[in-house]
């Protein structure tokens, strides 16, 4: 990237790309798996336990029926 320092890029800007990415390929394909792996990596996250967990509370919820149907794989 022109004018940004390469330590900001490495340690700033391309982690970030990178989850960037990761999410819209989830969108994209709608492959509920990529998304799992974003979110277990984030370190708010205990366990895989935890995220799918998470994942069903908020798929469950009634406004969100559209959203469950794009992720069912």
């Known amino acids: 990237m022109v004018g940004v320092p390469e330590r900001i890029n490495k340690m700033y800007l391309r982690p970030r790309i990178l989850k960037m990415e990761w999410v819209l390929e989830t969108f994209t394909t709608g492959d509920r ?3 799992e792996e974003v979110l277990v990596r984030d370190p ?19 406004f969100n029926e559209d959203m469950k149907c794009h992720y069912e794989n």
Do not use: A
Request: aromatic letters at 10%; glycine letters at 0%; a positive charge.
């Open 44 to 62: 708010r996250t205990n366990s895989l336990k935890q995220v799918k967990s998470v994942w069903y509370d908020i798929m469950d919820l009634p």
């Open 33 to 35: 798996k990529v998304l």
